[in-house]
Structures are given as C-alpha cells and as structure tokens.
C-alpha cells in the first residue's frame, strides 16, 4: 500500500491504518489461518512502509517550508502596501484641512459681504416703499385714484395690503389738517373689507377652499377678520340642523368643519372654538330652554327626565368635542359652556329633586292603601307612646285592642319596587347632575327620603299593624299573620340593602357622610329588629298558648284507664293535633325566616315547647298502662320536635323521654335507671318528682329510693 498525505487525512486513526496494512500484506492477516502466516514477510512489508512514510514526511516538509518562504514574502509586501497607503492618507487629510479652513474663510468673507448688502437694501427698500406709499397718499390727497392697483378688481389682494398700511399711518396724522384724506383712506379700507369678505362667502358657497384661504389671509391684518370668522360660522350651520336630534347633528357638522378651518385658517383652533361657543349659546341653550320650560311648572317628572338627559347628552357631546383643537384649556372652556346653559336649572335642581321624591313616594304608598280600602292609622307619638313601647318590648303585654287585619300584612313588594326604582332614577340624576361638591349631601337627602317614606311610613307602619294585630296568648284557634310579615320585612329589607350598597355607597364612599349614612342605617335596622323581635316573640307565646289550649282536651283517664288491658292507642289525640300543630308552625317559620334567623326562632319555639310538655305531664297521675302511653306520646314529641332540626330541642325530648322511662320501671329496678346516662345529671329532685306521678307511688314505698 503506498503512503501518500491523503491516506492521513482526519478522521485518522492509527490502529485501523496498520491493521489494513497488515491486511494487504501477503502471509500478514489471519487468512489462510496460523500455517499461511510470515512474520518475516510482514516486517520486511513494514519496514519497507515506514522508509515511505519517510520519504513522505521529507516531501510535506520541504513543501511546507516553501509555503512559509512564499507567506513571509506576502506579509512583508502587503505591510509595505499599508505604509503606502498610510502616507497616502495622511497627505489627503493635511489638503482636506487645508480646504476647510480656505471654506470657512470664504464663507466668512460672504456672510460679512451679505450683511453690509443687507444694511444697504433694507433702508433702500424701505425707502422704495415709503415712497410708492406717499404716491398712494398723494391720490387720497388729490382726492382721485388713479393707479391700476385701486381700479382693477383682480388686484384686491395688493390693494387691501396698501390701504391696511395707509391705514395704519393715517391713524398717526393729525385730525385737523389731514381730516378729509383720513376719511378717504377709511372710506376706502373699510370698502375693500367688505368687498374681502363678500369675495370670502361667495368661494364658501362655491367651496374654493383655495379662493378663502387666500381671502383670509388678507383679512387677517384687517380689522374685519373677526366678521369674517363670524360670517364663515353662520354659513357652516346653514342646513346642518335637518334632523330632530340637535346634538347628532352638532357632532357631525363640527367634524366636517374642523378639517376645514385647517385648511383656510392661520390658526383653526381659535376658528373650531368660536363655532363651538356659537352653537352652544344659541342652538343649544334654545333647545334646552324649549324642552324644560314647558314642563318645569306643570310635570316636575317629566322636567327631572328631560333635565338629565339633555345633561348627559350635552356632557356626551362635549366629550366627543375635545377630540379637536380648541386650544390649550379645552376641558374648561367646555365644561364653562355647559354650565352657562343649565346653570339656573342646576341650581334648583335638587330643592325640585327633593320635592319631586317626596310627592311621589306619598302617592306611591297612598295608592296602594286606597287599594286596600285601608285608612292609616296614626302612631302615636310622644312621651307616653315611648312609655307603651318600653312597656311592650320589657313585659311583652300587648297594649290596647287587638286588630284583626284579616290576614293583611300591609307590605307590598310592588310598592316597594316603585319606591326603590324611583329613588333609583333620583341617585342616577343627582350623580350626574350634582357638583361634585355637593354631591355626597345631596345623595344622603335622598336617602333620608328613602328611609322616611319605605323604612318608616311602609315598613315601619306594617310593623305596628302587624304588632297590634297579634292576639293575646289565651286566645283560641288565633290566626297569626305576623310571620308573614316578618317575610316580608326581610325581603324588602334586602332590597333595600343591596340599593344602598349599589347606588348609593359609590356616591359617599370617600367623603364624611358615608358615616353618617352607616349610623342612619344601622339606626332603622335596629329599629326594626327591636319590633320584630317583639313581634316573634310573641307570636311564639300565641303558638304556645294554641298549643296549652290544646292540650287541655287531654282526659286524666288517658294516662290511668279504667280497663288496663284494652288501651288500642298508639298515642292519645291531644298529643296527635299538638304535633299537627307544631309541624305546620315549624314549616311556617322556616317558610318567614332565612340564615341564621331560622335556627334561633326555632330554637326559642322547641325550647317553650319542651317546657310546656314537661308541665303538661306533671299534671297526671300514671298507672303502669298509661305511663306507657305517656312513653308512646312523649315518642311522638320527639319524633316532631326531629322537624325542628336543632340539636338542642332533640336532646331535651330524647332526656324528657328518658324521664318518663320512670314511670313504668320496675319498683327494683328505679335506682339503676336513676342513675342511667341521660338522668344521671339530672336534679334527683326533678327525679322524684316525675316518680312521684306514678300511681303506684305510695303503695309501692318508692319514696324511700329517695331518701
């Protein structure tokens, strides 16, 4: 195998070469197996080999010193390039200076030339023109004009210019000597003014934007120019306004104008600002003062509506205004433009608003009762309405006669609606229409009108029926309605809530009647929850007085029959209709009630209910028969009272069942029941008094487990 510099190249690796060495050699590699193999042969192959790689190795040296010689000689010509180029350079840059400094110099030379040409020309042109002028003067003087520039109506450009600077010195002359060509001269630039301007609206109606600008600009020096703006602004709103809604029509025709006033104006903000201001002292305060006056005396409704939405609208298109150049200031200047409409308007407002409110929330509630053919009962008031109602609320006796309201709670969640959505419509006008001073007091008005007229003379009122509606605790079969007022309450009182949180917080949340609102909240609130707290609470005491009166049908022979063997019963029927009884009132009360309210109410009932059970039962005398049906009603107590679902209640049955467990337990085995779980805490007197009940007390001698 000859050694050549490609055999080498990467990737290279020197196992493999002498291995495909060995290969190649005849008698070197495996094939042919041991016998066929020549040591001899293969190292004379690899000393041959290695004098190639020799040679090999000389020949890549002497061409790699070649190349060496050959890149020193490179290197060193290309240096002595960059030297050359180095020398070449920096001569080009002493010239480049050399040049720059001759530049400056000239253009020194012609800056000085031209400010001493500049010194010459001024004065002369001055001169020129001082003295076309005193020409001009003299035709004024003379009193007949006879150049071109005065006759030529193509020429009005270059004349307005001359007679504005003939203007402007014939101000300076004195009267006396010079009174007849001064009146020329303004005869003559108050003619070519009106002459400006007529040119200027007959390109506007033919649309020359060209034609006015260059009017304009005239007009500008002249004393004219505003007419002329004033002229252009009457124009602009000539059938802009062919539709009922005024305010649209202002957006769009202020948006086609103001990429107008750009093009012929010099200064279009001043132009755009004019417009705006014209159309809001005219078209807009006419419009205004049109739809409010008419009802400002005879529909105060229909006033408060067209007031807010003509104020929002307004305000809206302000809004939409600002997206042009009015100047620096344009968020005043608007906001100015608005007050000056609605300023008398806004300063009645609220003393309307107020008014307003309170007729109609008077109406409101006067409808609904007239619809009840109901006549409002006055409340008493004063020194001894508060002693009746510290009597009431202290001693929970029902004061003067009870009404029969035939089941009337007199609250209307309709009423309440209307109420809540007109004080609604009155925060949404006083946000928008109150300053923002006054807004907070203002909002906290209102809401002192709300309570009056919902919490006091609607809520309030249904209260006091509804209190004076329960009847006495010893009435029999009474219908008792107050929960359902208690409904209703909590229902209207939510509404209530959540308008507060909804509408009116936002409008106090940051200023110092949100506090005051807060304690006038939690004042009603209290207010309320004292009479409905009495209310309940009475109306648990009629629960529990049907309940007695029930039970008062109880026979003493339920619990001590006079045939021992021939009790068919699973329970007696007082014991039937109290459970009747109380599971509908449970119902109800978990029907009026919600939260947390309904476990509590509930809780007071189960806990009367006990007691008045626990009483019931230590009237009678039980024999071993009837202290089993005692057990068997007891049972059925407390598989009602599991309706009530409070723990409480079911634990005071569960020990009460537990009592009556001793009135048929055997004589010898009462002190072990006695001392049982559920009684095993009891008072042993409570104890012997239920043993005691037992028919077979005495005879039995159980008194002396006692003892």
């Known amino acids: 195998m000859a050694a050549t510099a490609q055999l080498f190249e990467e990737p290279f690796d020197a196992d493999e070469y002498i291995e495909r060495l060995a290969w190649r050699t005849p008698g070197g590699g495996s094939k042919g197996g041991a016998e066929a193999f020549d040591p001899k042969r293969l190292l004379e192959e690899f000393e041959n080999h290695i004098e190639e790689l020799k040679q090999l190795d000389e020949r890549i040296q002497r061409r790699v010193e070649k190349l060496e010689q050959q890149c020193h000689r490179e290197a060193k010509e290309f240096a002595r390039k960059v030297q050359d180029l ?9 010239h480049f200076q050399e040049l720059d400094e001759h530049i400056s110099y000239v253009a020194t030379k012609v800056c000085h030339l031209g400010d001493q040409l500049e010194g010459v020309n001024t004065p002369r042109q001055r001169a020129v023109e001082a003295q076309r002028l005193m020409t001009y003067f003299n035709e004024f003087l003379d009193g007949e004009l006879r150049s071109d520039v005065f006759n030529n109506p193509d020429k009005i450009k270059e004349a307005a210019d001359i007679i504005q600077k003939l203007h402007l010195i014939a101000q300076e002359l004195p009267f006396d000597r010079f009174a007849d060509v001064k009146a020329k001269i303004a005869s003559k630039y108050h003619d070519l003014e009106r002459q400006l301007i007529q040119e200027f609206t007959a390109a506007q109606r033919r649309g020359e934007i060209g034609r006015m600008r260059e009017v304009a600009a005239v007009l500008l020096h002249f004393k004219g120019y505003a007419h002329c703006v004033d002229v252009y602004i009457k124009q602009c709103q000539e059938g802009a306004y062919v539709r009922s ?12 104008v103001n990429k107008q006033v750009g093009e012929v104006f010099c200064s279009p903000e001043t132009v755009m600002a004019k417009l705006i201001q014209n159309i809001f002292e005219n078209k807009l305060q006419a419009h205004v003062r049109e739809k409010l006056e008419e009802t400002r005396r005879s529909d105060s409704e229909q006033y408060l509506k067209n007031l807010y939405d003509l104020y929002t609208r307004t305000t809206t298109l302000a809004t939409k205004l600002t997206e042009f150049n009015l100047g620096s200031d344009k968020h005043t200047f608007l906001s100015k433009l608005i007050k000056n409409i609605f300023f008398s308007h806004l300063e009645s407002y609220m003393d309307m608003e107020r008014e307003y409110l309170r007729t109609r929330s008077a109406m409101i509630l006067q409808r609904y009762y007239d619809s009840k053919n109901h006549q409002k009962r006055p409340l008493g008031t004063g020194s001894i309405q508060e002693l009746k109602e510290r009597i009431r609320q202290r001693t929970n006796l029902p004061l003067g006669p009870s009404i029969d309201t035939h089941g009337e709670t007199f609250l209307s969640q309709e009423v309440v609606v209307n109420l809540l959505q007109e004080t609604r419509h009155a925060f949404e006008r006083c ?3 109150s300053d923002p001073s006054d807004l907070p007091k203002n909002a906290f008005s209102i809401f002192l009108l709300l309570v009056e007229h919902l919490c006091v003379d609607h809520i309030d009122y249904a209260l006091e029926i509804g209190l004076s509606a329960i009847p006495s605790s010893d009435a029999k079969n009474a219908n008792l309605y107050f929960l359902d007022v208690v409904q209703q309450a909590n229902t209207i009182f939510h509404l209530f809530d959540k308008q507060f949180n909804d509408h009116l917080m936002p409008l106090i949340s940051s200023s110092p009647k949100l506090t ?4 006038k909240k939690k004042e009603v609130i209290e207010q309320m929850e004292v009479k409905l707290d009495t209310g309940i609470d009475r109306t648990l005491n009629c629960m529990v007085g049907q309940m007695k009166h029930i039970l008062t049908e109880q026979k003493k022979t339920d619990f001590k029959p006079e045939d021992e063997n021939n009790v068919m019963i699973q329970y007696t029927t007082a014991c039937s209709k109290v459970c009747a009884y109380v599971s509908k009132q449970v119902e109800k009360v978990r029907q009026s009630m919600d939260g947390k309210n309904v476990d509590t109410v509930l809780t007071e009932l189960g806990v009367r209910f006990h007691r008045l059970i626990h009483e019931h039962l230590q009237q009678f005398s039980y024999s071993s028969m009837g202290g089993m049906l005692a057990i068997c009603d007891v049972a059925e107590y407390r598989r009602c009272a599991k309706d009530f679902r409070v723990p409480l209640v079911l634990q005071l049955f569960d020990t009460l069942h537990a ?17 049982g779980e559920q009684l095993t805490n009891l008072d042993r007197n409570l104890l012997h008094a239920f043993v005691q009940l037992r028919a077979d007390y005495r005879s039995s001698r159980l008194g002396r487990h006692f003892s």
């Open 86 to 94: 180095q020398r070449s350079n920096q001569v080009a840059f002493q």
């Open 659 to 675: 009592l009556c467990n001793l009135l048929v337990v055997a004589a010898d085995n009462l002190k072990q029941v006695c001392s």
């Open 431 to 433: 946000h928008r229409l």
């Open 516 to 519: 005051e609102c807060l304690h």
């Open 245 to 256: 809604d005024v305010f649209e029509d202002t957006a769009i025709l202020c948006q086609r």
